[in-house]
């Protein structure tokens, strides 16, 4: 559905995207992860023909970029896209009087919409009176009001508590079952973790590390994660290293890759002469992950 190859764009000096390559088939939700800066928001322009690259292919259902496949392309902005004073059906048909729907083909997409993301009885209600969660829902259908092939979803549930946050990943989920491509970016690793079926790691405008969340944690070769609080953390990174364990810092958190699962009673033997204040085990999760491969200044082939 989206084919991108040695894509570069850059602002004078400064390189916003550095050989940029992905692809996404159709029905995959992709999640594309990144920092403040590392060119998410840049390649969404690109892919919109909303800004035009320096040189490299992108090509949206076989077609590149143009003024034809913006029709096939729903963007879910980060900021919600509503106009507060209209109502949601009055939303829904001034979106799609812009993309060239008319009389009943409008009227039905209009409802189908709301049906679609759970608004169709807030049909004749003024956006402003809807709650946040309600309105990022909003702002989803009028994304969905032309029928798009592909949909960009930009850190959707940024700013919701966490049961409107459940909400609307449940209809993420309904959507891709549904057949839609989705392109997702998002801070928020977990939503990454749970949602998509291949996630991109994105620096400074190159694409680090790409794949399944299974491919990704070659990334980390451990089977689980132990963080430890300690009062002695030279002694205790000393005796990891004896173990052959590799120890990194998250947050300032010490913690130790395990190559096997062991109980605790096991890990707190092999630090016995050492104080252990806090055991935490984990499995290896996308923040590990990501933190590594951003830590790390190779491109991963």
């Known amino acids: 559905m989206l084919n ?14 550095d050989d940029l390559n992905l692809s996404i088939a159709t029905g995959q939700i992709y999640g594309l992860l990144g920092a403040n800066g590392a060119g998410k928001t840049t390649t969404i322009n690109v892919l919109c023909n909303l800004l035009k690259a320096d040189s490299g292919i992108v090509q949206v259902n ?7 496949t913006k029709y096939w392309i729903g963007v879910a902005p980060q900021e919600t896209l509503v106009y507060r004073s209209l109502t949601c059906a009055e939303n829904l048909g001034f979106f799609a009087s812009l993309y060239g729907l008319r009389g009943k083909e409008k009227t039905r997409q209009v409802r189908y919409c709301l049906e679609a993301v759970g608004l169709a009885d807030w ?25 798009p092939k592909l949909l960009i ?42 949602l998509c079926d291949r996630i991109g790691i994105l620096k400074q405008g190159r694409l680090l590390a790409e ?13 689980e994660v132990v963080t430890v609080q300690t009062t002695q953390s030279e002694a205790a990174i000393a005796r990891a290293t004896e173990l052959g364990f590799v120890h990194r810092r998250y947050g300032g958190d010490l913690a130790f890759w395990l190559p096997q699962s062991l109980e605790l009673k096991e890990i707190v033997a092999l630090f016995e002469t050492i104080p252990l204040t806090s055991i935490a085990r984990q499995p290896v999760r996308l ?11 190779h491109v991963h082939a």
């Open 4 to 17: 991108i190859e040695h894509l570069y764009k850059s602002y004078g000096r400064t390189a916003i995207l």
């Open 62 to 68: 076989g077609q590149a970029v143009s003024e034809k």
């Open 123 to 147: 049909a004749a209600s003024l956006a402003e009176t809807l709650s946040g969660g309600m309105q990022r829902r909003l702002s989803l259908a009028i994304a969905l009001v032309h029928q």
């Open 153 to 194: 979803l930009d850190e959707p549930t940024t700013g919701l508590d966490v049961e409107a946050r459940y909400e609307l990943w449940n209809l993420i989920r309904q959507l891709k079952n549904q057949g839609i491509t989705i392109l997702l970016t998002t801070h928020l690793l977990d939503e990454a973790e749970r």
């Open 211 to 223: 794949g399944t969340l299974t491919e990704l944690r070659q990334w980390v070769p451990a089977h």
């Open 287 to 297: 923040e590990h992950i990501y933190l590594e491969v951003t830590h790390t200044s």
